[in-house]
Every structure is written in C-alpha cells, then in structure tokens.
C-alpha cells in the first residue's frame, strides 16, 4: 500500500499567544534632505530611528528607493548622507539601495555612489548576496532568514536606457529570482507604481510575474503614495507601492513606511510613520493591512527544499515499502 504524505501547517509554541512580528523598513526618496544641512537632520533622524527601534520592532531590514540625493556630483550631498547609512552599517542592520535618477548622470555616469555604495562596502557582510556586476553595485540582492522564513530582497536600479541598457538588468533580475525559489522576496526600484496604482514598468512586472516567489515590489520616483497588485504566473497576489515625499515640507517631513509581518500567518501591517514629526499618515494606501502571498507547495517536494531531486524520490520509495514512516513538516503558511 502506498504511504500517503501530508504536509501540516507550522504552529507556534503556545498557540494561545500571537507571535511576534518582523519588520521591513522603506526609505522614500531622500534628494531634498540631501542638499541642506538641516535636511540632513531629518535624513539621519530616520536612520537613527530605525536603530533605536531595531530590537522591539525586530526591524530586519532597511530597503531605499533610490533619489538618495538631488545632485549626483556634488560631494557635499552625499557627505549629508552617509552618516544615515553609517549608522546602520555600525548596528549591523542589513539593508539595500536602488539608484534613481538623481543619482545618476545621464549615461549611467555615478562616480559618488559608485564609490561610496560600491561592492567593497558589502563583501564582508553574510546577508551581501551580489549584484549586476556589469554595471557595479547599482543593482543588487540581499538575502536573510528569520522566523522560519528565507527573505530576498532584489534592489534594481532606475530602469530607463538613459542609465545603461536596461534588458540585461531585467535578465539579472529573472536569474536572481529564478535561483531562490525558496525565499519570499520584495523588489525594489525606483520606479515602478504610478500614485494612481498602475504600473510603470511592465516589463519588470513580467519577469516578477514569472517567477512565483515575490509578494511585493516597492518604489518611488513619482510624488504621492499608491497601491496595486496583480497575479503572478502561479496565481499569488503581488502587491506593488510608491512612497514619496519629497514635495512635502522640508523635503519629506521624515515620513518612511514600515511593513510588520506574522511570520505565521505572513499577514501584513504597512504603515507610514514620520519619527521626525512623531506622526503616522492615514490614507488607505498608506495604512493598511494584507496578506502577503505564501510560496507555493512543489507538488513532489517531500523533503521541503522547494527543489525535486533524487533525495525526494528516496523519501517516497523508503515511505511505499514502509522503511521510513515520518517525514519533515514543511514550514509554509
């Protein structure tokens, strides 16, 4: 008689308590704070914030849309800058950067972020997965577990030919997806959600669509806030936001957007809250909840490594002649 394997749910310890949350941090573009010392204030502010906050919140990760700056040649910029990312350089948060317009000269030319956000700043950190190395640093991924999840995070440069061939870039992505099925992952871009909620770039939605393991893509660019989402090839939800305000006073006022995540159930709390002023924004594409798409089973996967290989079939011949009579319990919502 052939074993029949099922595959429970993960439950928590005590399933009478909510397990606590994870969170991811989205810095809207930051050129305006970039060009004045008391712009600065506002930049670092976040930053420091976001250390302060690290431990209770379980803050996990720090993702920039890019627009660090206003100017990309001028030094004094970028200077106002580093002191945000120092601080989580210093507190070992892992984070990442997508290069938007302002960063970048026409022709791809950013000898300032090309130095200062190159390689050799990440080589040593485990979470640093790799890049595009055609093109340097500017497009990049990152990767870490917590709570029983594998994260990847795909940081893709401002997809516009006036910064260099963007099919390449696009091919990247697809072989950056493609070699962590296993891992739930969020792109960023600097461009990709209109405020209205339409995408920009359907041809980076194509390859998110082909790959059946991201739940969102963040950008910025485009002034406002909205929200979309569209099926992927699998038929899971994607969710898709632009975060921007830089027509704001000051240059943004210090609002940034956080996503909280059960990592049980993957249901997901964004809010857009600035430590600057102490205040959190209340439009429904600003705060709100949903529920992040979980991977999809691999039919055959009996031994949940999300790859079918020899080692499932060993698993299902040992379960059909009764030699093997347990099996792993694979952690997906």
């Known amino acids: 008689m052939t074993a029949t394997l099922s595959f429970p749910l993960a439950q928590p310890a005590d399933s009478q308590e909510s397990p606590a949350t994870f969170g991811i941090v989205v810095i809207p573009d930051t050129q305006i704070y970039?060009?004045?010392?008391?712009?600065?204030?506002?930049?670092?502010?976040?930053?420091?914030?976001?250390?302060e906050n690290q431990t209770n919140r379980?803050?996990?990760?720090?993702?920039?849309?890019?627009?660090?700056?206003?100017?990309?040649?001028i030094a004094a910029e970028w200077d106002r800058s580093e002191p945000a990312f120092?601080?989580?350089?210093?507190?070992?948060?892992?984070?990442?950067?997508?290069?938007?317009?302002?960063?970048?000269?026409d022709g791809g030319i950013a000898p300032e972020y090309d130095t200062r956000f190159g390689t050799d700043r990440y080589l040593g950190?485990?979470?640093?997965?790799?890049?595009?190395?055609?093109?340097?640093?500017?497009?990049?991924?990152q990767t870490i577990s917590v709570d029983g999840h594998d994260l990847l995070f795909v940081h893709v440069r401002h997809l516009q030919s006036?910064?260099?061939?963007?099919?390449?870039?696009?091919?990247?992505?697809?072989?950056?997806?493609?070699?962590?099925?296993?891992?739930?992952?969020?792109?960023?871009?600097?461009?990709?959600?209109?405020?209205?909620g339409f995408v920009l770039i359907p041809e980076l939605q194509q390859v998110v669509q082909d790959n059946c393991n991201v739940v969102a893509v963040f950008s910025g660019h485009h002034r406002g806030v909205g929200r979309g989402e569209f099926d992927d090839s699998c038929g899971r939800s994607v969710h898709h936001l632009v975060?921007?305000?830089?027509?704001?006073?000051?240059?943004?006022?210090?609002?940034?957007?956080?996503?909280?995540?059960?990592?049980?159930?993957?249901?997901?709390?964004?809010?857009?809250?600035?430590?600057?002023?102490?205040?959190?924004?209340?439009?429904?594409?600003?705060?709100?909840?949903?529920?992040?798409?979980?991977?999809?089973?691999?039919?055959?996967?009996?031994?949940?490594?999300?790859?079918?290989?020899?080692?499932?079939?060993?698993?299902?011949?040992?379960?059909?002649?009764?030699?093997?009579?347990?099996?792993?319990?694979?952690?997906?919502?």
């Open 162 to 196: 006036t910064y260099g061939p963007t099919q390449p870039v696009l091919d990247w992505v697809d072989t950056v997806l493609g070699d962590h099925p296993d891992h739930l992952a969020f792109v960023t871009t600097h461009e990709f959600t209109f405020p209205l």
């Open 34 to 51: 970039a060009q004045t010392d008391s712009g600065a204030e506002i930049f670092v502010d976040q930053f420091e914030w976001i250390v």
């Open 125 to 141: 950190e485990p979470w640093f997965g790799g890049n595009h190395a055609a093109e340097g640093n500017r497009s990049s991924y």
């Open 243 to 333: 975060t921007n305000y830089q027509h704001f006073p000051d240059g943004g006022q210090g609002f940034l957007r956080t996503v909280d995540i059960d990592p049980l159930t993957l249901q997901a709390d964004f809010q857009v809250y600035s430590p600057w002023l102490d205040e959190f924004r209340t439009d429904p594409a600003e705060n709100f909840t949903a529920a992040l798409a979980p991977l999809v089973p691999i039919p055959g996967d009996v031994t949940c490594d999300r790859v079918l290989n020899v080692s499932d079939a060993l698993v299902i011949a040992q379960h059909a002649v009764g030699v093997r009579t347990t099996h792993n319990s694979c952690p997906l919502p």
């Open 86 to 105: 120092a601080a989580l350089d210093a507190a070992d948060v892992p984070y990442g950067i997508s290069p938007g317009n302002h960063d970048m000269d």
């Open 58 to 73: 379980d803050f996990v990760f720090v993702s920039h849309v890019g627009d660090v700056v206003q100017n990309p040649q």
